[in-house]
DNA sequence: ATGAAAGCGCTAACAA
DNA sequence: TTGTTAGCGCTTTCAT
């Protein structure tokens, strides 16, 4: 049963060769032909694997990249992962993922596993307000941030969506169609569309129109909800979040509320069931599998470039969830 | 920048110890109290961290739990991945994940990496036809299955859903709906469903109304299309899956047909948006996350015990897509 | 109760 | 071109 491991003395004697002579010609080092060849069936024979563990410790480093999401389980930060993964693996490094469930304590506890584990690239969209993050700096960890920015933390690069650009669009959308009173259902840690959209909204801004779910579906529910049962003068929503849409779209439901007729809809993240929603959802995609792509090159580029951030763009799918303001709610 | 990492000698003259006693205090040993205080002290103050490098090395283990996963991106893999992340991280065990796309040369490329990662532990959902597996069980490193067994692999213990059980009740939901020409979509690695279809079904099974689709939307949505299209006299169909379930609902649609009018449909997996479909899709809910979990327990157990496996309960969730037949699509 | 020392598997200097 | 050797940070006998 416990077999023991091949190693690279069993490797080096099997060939009649040293140790050294097995290290280089496994990491493309000068070596004779023949010895070369000789090394190389024998490693092959004895199914040699060069230990992870043993060349970490000596490099001092432990050629992994760690992946921290406040969600594995929304689609979003799926794709941000796959995305990661790919270029990861491309690059034949092992990824550890660990989900923070948007909490700051659960990040700083994971981060401590992360530097303990010898990590020395960290990926994370960042759930507190930057101060966790000074372990993995102080330890010389590179660290990307992917979809969120940090308060305080404008050091380290990020790889973002345009949110501004996005919101700006989907409310001129709104604007466009005739919508004066226009909510903002958001999550945790989006301050950046936050206050584009106040800003792009400007004098129409209606601060009671604006609602911050944490990160739970019983939160954002309640939240879409109250806001919906509180304002029913409202006709349109913007989500920020697939999580908020689909909320939005739940909660108008149970209110009553037809979707376009009383109320229009739009919903940052263009997930799969956006089509089949009934009606289809209108949508700011992001680039998500992108973002972790694009956040992985970075963090396996190291420090050298000076990128300090990438924007990825938006794009506005128009289906069903908009329409004019005119066939209004009914006044109360 | 390069601040050197603190080790464990570090903290050693800084407690005026031998690097032993700090060993042992920092793993619960037998020490005095006072040096135990003294070393506790100077450990946080130093912000000291074990590097699991070193410890690993020394132990010939890893200390990590690998996770191949056909997609990430998969809302039920998610979900999966996030129950083995939640028990995982109680035990403190660091997971690697790796996407296998459902292909056993993928998966066999991954099992490599994790093997030279020195993961003692791994979780998989299985893509091949279970030969992939010999390297891990050679090297001793103790592998559990998870959702899908796999063929030749009766020795790998797995956590799956009732799958059969799940099957049996669809079918015997949609037979007592009256529906006869009863349909099966379904994905890679799906044997256990698709053998208790043909059973559950009995005479009334027609070959020609089981599609299997390979792991990518397009083939599921060719592989749904192409069936309605074919069989127009169907009148029920079993999507083994959420993406099955999804391009099911998007090809009908194409094709003009009404669900539940014309087609009545079960999916398997209960996800969010099954609820927010028009019409709310009825399924067989499947404990994603349980699974995970007690994947991760098995495996963090070890191969003491001989649970063999595990076997979850699914469950019918009856929403709006399934009709009696008697409204049959007209006669062509 | 504590320290010295060996060694886990590997790479990189240094010799030969 | 090749072998010898010294660690990387840690745990674990074995003495003390």
């Known amino acids: 049963m416990n077999t023991r491991r091949t190693t690279i003395k069993d490797v080096a004697e099997a060939a009649g060769v040293g140790v050294a002579t097995v290290s280089r010609v496994l ?9 070369r060849e000789r090394v190389l069936t024998v490693a092959t024979q004895l199914d040699y694997r060069p230990s ?37 693996r491309s690059a034949g490094e092992p990824v550890i993922v660990g989900a923070t469930g ?44 992917a979809h969120r920015l940090s308060a305080g933390r404008e050091d380290i690069p990020a790889v973002v969506a345009d949110d501004r650009g ?49 990160g739970s579906r019983d939160s954002a529910y309640a939240a879409a909800a109250g806001l919906f049962q509180h304002r029913p003068d409202l006709t349109a929503v913007l989500a920020g979040g697939n999580l908020l849409g689909e909320v939005a779209v739940l909660a108008a439901r149970e209110l009553d509320l037809r979707i376009p007729r009383d109320l229009s809809l739009i919903m940052f993240d263009d997930v799969p069931w956006a089509e ?15 973002i972790g792509y694009r956040a992985a090159e970075l963090v396996l580029r190291g420090g050298t470039r000076r990128p300090r951030g990438v ?16 066939t209004s709610r009914s006044p109360r």
């Open 27 to 35: 990491s493309g080092g000068s070596a004779s032909p023949q010895t």
């Open 276 to 290: 089949l929603c009934s009606p289809p959802l209108t949508v700011i995609a992001q680039p998500a599998r992108d």
């Open 52 to 88: 992870a563990l043993g060349r970490n410790l000596r490099q001092r480093r432990s050629g992994g990249i760690g992946l921290l999401l406040p969600d594995i389980t929304d689609t979003f930060y799926g794709r941000v992962a796959d995305g990661v993964l790919a270029c990861a």
């Open 166 to 214: 996005g919101v700006r669009t989907a409310v001129d959308y709104l604007t466009g169609l005739g919508h004066r009173r226009i909510a903002y259902l958001g999550g945790p840690g989006q301050q950046q569309r936050l206050s584009a959209f106040r800003q792009a909204l400007g004098p129409l801004v209606d601060e009671e129109l604006i609602v911050v779910a944490r």
């Open 311 to 326: 924007l990825l763009p938006t794009e506005l799918i128009v289906r069903g969830s908009c329409a004019a303001r005119g």
């Open 102 to 145: 948007d909490d700051p304590e659960s990040e700083a506890e994971l981060i401590g596993m992360l530097l303990e584990q010898g990590v020395d690239r960290v990926i994370a969209v960042p759930s507190g307000d930057g101060d966790g993050w000074a372990p993995t700096l102080r330890a010389g960890v590179i660290t990307v941030f």
